[in-house]
């Protein structure tokens, strides 16, 4: 069983598109993490999003914490090579131990 | 001010040698987890540890494999009579002990190849 299901689980797009990316589960998260990971290399973290409803913004990355505290998504804008990577999503709906996402394997195409 | 310190970066081993990985967490951080990860997967929880305390074991089989975060020193993961299912990149984490909305640093990992 998968505490955080993502999707989707592959995506390639021209640079230049927007794009969507979901984390979805039925577990209340007092917070959830978004880490990008780039081959070769340990996953980095983008942000943290609190509270319900939260809207983040990273440059060209937004990122909202459903209202529910259950649930996340990714939006980029104007995806450049730069973005390509493995996206994750992370929490800790009890106490301190981290659950990861499915992951999202983003590839932008020059 | 040093990140999550992963040793070695690559490691081979034959099969039915014993593998230790190496990890020192960030400074003041004192939970560490590890995670296994197969090439185009996602990260598999494997343990999940506080100084001198295993927490949470339950995403680490129970034969072979161990871990441990001694009072001084890094926290080691140990695989025993490795097999080459065991080849993978395993990552560690950290994070502080009082923190209200828990936040995990990574490692850059060790990739572990098993001929």
């Known amino acids: 069983t998968q505490l955080l299901e993502q999707s989707p689980q592959f995506l390639s797009i021209q640079e230049g598109e927007n794009l969507t990316v979901y984390c979805n589960s039925s577990?209340?998260?007092?917070?959830l993490q978004w880490y990008r990971q780039e081959p070769g290399e340990g996953p980095v973290l983008l942000v943290t999003v609190v509270t319900g409803g939260e809207v983040k913004k990273l440059k060209r990355l937004t990122f909202q914490f459903g209202d529910a505290r259950k649930d996340s998504s990714l939006h980029i804008t104007a995806a450049q090579p730069g973005d390509t990577g493995l996206y994750l999503c992370?929490?800790?709906?009890?106490?301190?131990?981290?659950?990861f996402g499915t992951g999202t394997s983003l590839t932008v195409i020059p | 001010n040093a990140g999550v310190m992963q040793n070695p970066r690559h490691l081979v081993r034959r099969r039915g040698q014993e593998a230790r990985l190496r990890c020192s967490p960030m400074k003041g951080h004192s939970h560490v987890y590890w995670y296994r990860q197969l090439p185009e997967e996602g990260l598999k929880f494997m343990v999940y540890?506080?100084?001198?305390?295993?927490?949470?074991e339950s995403g680490m089989p129970k034969e072979r494999f161990s871990a441990e975060f001694p009072k001084e020193g890094p926290s080691i993961l140990r695989i025993q009579q490795v097999v080459r299912g065991d080849s993978a990149a395993y990552f560690c984490?950290?994070?502080?002990?009082?923190?209200?909305?828990?936040?995990?640093?990574f490692g850059q990992g060790t990739r572990l190849t098993v001929v």
């Open positions: 984490a950290s994070s502080p002990l009082e923190q209200t909305h828990t936040e995990a640093f």
């Open positions: 577990s209340v998260f007092s917070s």
């Open positions: 992370a929490g800790a709906p009890t106490g301190n131990q981290f659950y």
């Open positions: 540890l506080q100084k001198e305390n295993i927490i949470d």
